[in-house]
Structure formats: structure tokens, C-alpha cells
């Protein structure tokens, strides 16, 4: 029968964990410190340890390793309320086999024991972890260079692992996202927690290249290779050796360059333009977009072979209304940051204007929020941050929806979900939807009519007098001409 330790200071943690091993049919220990939960593991060597990070005394993350020195074949699960990038990166460094963020479902927890058991019946918890880098420096693993990955939500948590789990290795990484979701961010955090860290991190977004000299950026060219090439020049892949480059918007690569791509990432073989012999370089490359690159290569737009050699390591990034738990600490992440940048003591935020923040669709994601942030702050000018303040919320990209109509489809979609979350939000729902989208109508079709409201009433299938009406009611003007 296996046996489990748990580690928490938190007794109704340790509770929980305990009954869920009576129900999985395990014998189990519970201690409240790493110290007691050492001593433990030396007398009764438990088959899978879950430890908690912050504990009095030693940590949960010092005591991995005295713990592996005793019971190297038990899996250690980490569980903490402080789930961090930092968190990740150095849980695996030290080899922790899955951590767990507090507040967690006992199915879950489950489903992770039972893993870990398994894992230690083949000995694969035993195993060498990959040594990731990480800086010493550093007081909040989130932060990258003067920006800073922000969320504890269970999808940013599954990022922050697949990051932590990546960043060691040498494998090809492709982040797939939409625009705003921080996919620079998350390549500039692989390459700080990997082996290059000390290299250069060269990003380079390929749809602002001029598609004529994108060979010679990319690859770099030889004096005289062509008019104007007066002297020679490293491209970009070999100014990376030793680091990462980031190719951003990678699928719209020029098809005529995917193969020479390709054969760099095979070989390591750099050709710049004009050379009669290759150059040698050893870099890490990060691809990402938000177009479906699978699409491309159905539509013969993007190889297949280099699509293959791109995505060795595929992570994608949750659109922010995906995590709105994340809305708060996001908003509040960039006030302090903006508010410092502009002189702006103490800034402010009603609740309502939060309220209507975490209900917004968000198809411009962090980027839309944070900028929506800056613009609230010019107008607050100081004081508090109201509703009136933000901006309107952005439409899907055009390139997101097959059309205008599919687009005004998922933010009707959006809006609606978000309203039913509580039931005094949903409470007259009609009635608001119509209150919200009657006067951008009429307004726009009263303008489009010059102010003639019986031309309107009939493009819009309204009586003259009703809408008239709807149009004092909205403080819309027309010219209340007879028919």
C-alpha cells in the first residue's frame, strides 16, 4: 500500500490531503514544518511527498533536495499560493516532479498523486532534471528586463511550467497567441532562464522586414553582393550565436527563404547573400504568431517540413478574457508602473471601473488593457479612475473573424457571458443589450441620412415617430421633418 507525506503548516490542507488518501486507499503522514517532515521521511520513506514552499523555518524548496537524498525515487509535489514563474523555473531546477497552486480541487490533486506514484514505480522521478539558469539578481521571477509576466490563474500557471520546462533544453520553441496575449514576454523568459542566458536575445518581427531585404536581414551579405552592399554584413541569425533570436509574425516568413531556414536550423549553416561558402552559428530560435500556421500549410503558403522543425515545443497563450482572475493583479501591475512613470502619486481605481474592466471582452488582451490603463490616467489627471475614463472597448481584428458580422457575433457573445456571471448583472438583460446598441444604430444612420429621421425610420424599419422618439430618448439629434 503506498505511502504518502504531506508537508503544510496549513492544517486544513493537511486535512484535506489526508482523507483524499484514505479515499485512494493509501496509508499518509502529516506534518506541519520541512524539519518534521525530513525526520518523517528518513523513518517511514514515503512513496510521494507534497510539500508546501513557504513553511516556518527551512522552505518547501530547500528541503527538495535533502529529501531526494533520502527518498531519491519519491516524487515531490510542491503546492503554494504564490504560483510565480520564479516558483516554476526553480521547482524544476531543484526537481520537483508537479507543483500545484493554492487554491487547488481535491480531483486535481488526485490526479496528480496517482501521476506521481506511477512515476515512482518506474523510477522516472529519479531522474536528472535539466539545470536552468537562474539569476541571482532576481527578486520576482516574473519580472524581464523593465516588464513583467503578471498572473496566478490556472492557465498562466500551465505557461509558467511549460517555460520552466522548456527553457533548459535547446528544442525549438513556437508560442501561438493572439495579438497582445505577450509572446515576446514569455520568449524573452525562456531565453533568461536558459543555458544562453548570457548570449544575445535578438527579437525580430518578420512582417516589418521589406520582403527584398529580408534574405540580407535575416542572413546577412557579402561586400558587392548586391547595388548598394558596400560593405559586408552579419545577419541576424548569426548576430544571435550564443543566444536566442525571436522570430515574431513567423508565417510571414517569404516562402523562397523557408527552405534556406530550414537548412540553418538542420546544419547550423548560415548563407548570407552573395557568400561562396557558409558561416556557422549555434542559436536558440523562438517562432511565434497569431495566425493557425497548420492553416498555412494546408493553403501551401508555409512548408510543411519547416513547420515541423518550428513547433518541437508548442505553447500557447490564453487570450486575456480566458483569465480574467488576472484582470485585477494586471490593472494594478500596470497603475503602479505608468502612474511612477508619469509622476502620478497614489493612483486610484473606482470599483466600477474595475467591475467593468474584468468584463470586458479584451480581444487586444494585455496590450488593449494596459494601454487602456495609460489613457484612464491622462484623463483622471490624479484622481480617482472612472468608467468614463477608459476607452471603447476594442473590436476583434478583422483577421480574427471571417467578417464584420461574425465579429459584432462574438463580442454580442462575450458581452452576454460576462452579464450572466452575476445574477444582478443579468437581471434586465434585453433591455440593456438594446440600451447599449440602439444609438450607435441610429446615430449612425441619422448621420448617414443627414438628420433626416423619416429616411432613417425606413432603412431601420421603424415608424418615423418611434424612432424619434428612441432619438430624444438618446439625446440624438434629427431634423423632425414630415414625410
Not at 60 to 73: F, T
Not at 85 to 92: F, Q, S
Not at 121 to 146: H, L, W, Y
Not at 378 to 393: F, K, Q
Request: hydrophobic letters at 40%; charged letters at 25%.
Amino acid at each position: 500500500m503506498p505511502h504518502l507525506l504531506f508537508i503544510d503548516d496549513e492544517q486544513s490542507i493537511c486535512w484535506g490531503l489526508t482523507k483524499l488518501a484514505q479515499r485512494m486507499g493509501h496509508t499518509s503522514e502529516a506534518v506541519g514544518s520541512a524539519e518534521l517532515g525530513l525526520r518523517s521521511a528518513g523513518k517511514t520513506r514515503p512513496d510521494a511527498i507534497v510539500l508546501d514552499v513557504r513553511l516556518p523555518g527551512m522552505s518547501g524548496l530547500e528541503a527538495i533536495e535533502k529529501l531526494h537524498d533520502l527518498v531519491p525515487d519519491a516524487p515531490v509535489v510542491i503546492i503554494t499560493a504564490y504560483g510565480d514563474l520564479e516558483t516554476a523555473v526553480e521547482a524544476v531546477r531543484r526537481g520537483a516532479f508537479e507543483y500545484l497552486v493554492k487554491p487547488f480541487d481535491l480531483q486535481l490533486a488526485e490526479r496528480t498523486i496517482t501521476r506521481a506514484l506511477a512515476a515512482a514505480q518506474t523510477k522516472g522521478a529519479a531522474a536528472v532534471m535539466p539545470e536552468v539558469s537562474v539569476p541571482s539578481n532576481e527578486t520576482d521571477g516574473t519580472n524581464i528586463g523593465n516588464e513583467r509576466i503578471v498572473g496566478t490563474s490556472a492557465a498562466m500557471q500551465a505557461v509558467f511550467k511549460q517555460i520552466a520546462l522548456v527553457a533548459p533544453s535547446s528544442a525549438c520553441v513556437h508560442l501561438r497567441g493572439e495579438s497582445g496575449t505577450g509572446k515576446e514576454l514569455v520568449a524573452r523568459a525562456i531565453h533568461r532562464y536558459s543555458r544562453r542566458a548570457d548570449g544575445p536575445f535578438i527579437p525580430v518581427n518578420l512582417a516589418a522586414l521589406n520582403p527584398s531585404l529580408a534574405e540580407s536581414e535575416l542572413f546577412g551579405h557579402v561586400k558587392g553582393a548586391f547595388t548598394g552592399a558596400d560593405v559586408a554584413r552579419k545577419g541576424l541569425l548569426e548576430q544571435s550565436d550564443g543566444g536566442t533570436i525571436f522570430l515574431d509574425e513567423v508565417a510571414d516568413i517569404p516562402l523562397a527563404l523557408q527552405i534556406k531556414l530550414l537548412r540553418t536550423l538542420e546544419h547550423g549553416e548560415i548563407w548570407p547573400v552573395g557568400a561562396d561558402k557558409p558561416r556557422y552559428a549555434d542559436f536558440r530560435l523562438i517562432s511565434a504568431t497569431h495566425q493557425d500556421l497548420r492553416q498555412k500549410v494546408a493553403e501551401d503558403s508555409f512548408r510543411h517540413d519547416l513547420y515541423f522543425r518550428l513547433v518541437t515545443f508548442e505553447l500557447e497563450l490564453p487570450p486575456l478574457r480566458d483569465r480574467r482572475e488576472d484582470i485585477a493583479k494586471l490593472t494594478q501591475h500596470f497603475l503602479n508602473r505608468l502612474s511612477a512613470r508619469n509622476g502620478i502619486p497614489n493612483a486610484t481605481l473606482e470599483k466600477e471601473t474595475l467591475t467593468e474592466l474584468e468584463q470586458r471582452p479584451w480581444f487586444g488582451n494585455v496590450r488593449e488593457l494596459r494601454n487602456a490603463i495609460e489613457r484612464a490616467l491622462v484623463l483622471a489627471r490624479g484622481g480617482p479612475i472612472e468608467i468614463n475614463h477608459l476607452p471603447p472597448a476594442a473590436l476583434p481584428a478583422m483577421g480574427a473573424t471571417k467578417s464584420v458580422a461574425g465579429g459584432l457575433k462574438q463580442v454580442v457573445e462575450e458581452w452576454a457571458r460576462s452579464r450572466l456571471t452575476t445574477s444582478s448583472e443579468g437581471a434586465d438583460l434585453y433591455l440593456q443589450f438594446l440600451t447599449l446598441v440602439e444609438p450607435p444604430l441610429f446615430r449612425t444612420a441619422v448621420e448617414h441620412y443627414r438628420g433626416q429621421v423619416a429616411a432613417a425610420a425606413r432603412v431601420l424599419g421603424l415608424h418615423r415617430t418611434t424612432l424619434k422618439k428612441k432619438l430624444d430618448e438618446y439625446g440624438i439629434q434629427g431634423k423632425d421633418e414630415q414625410p
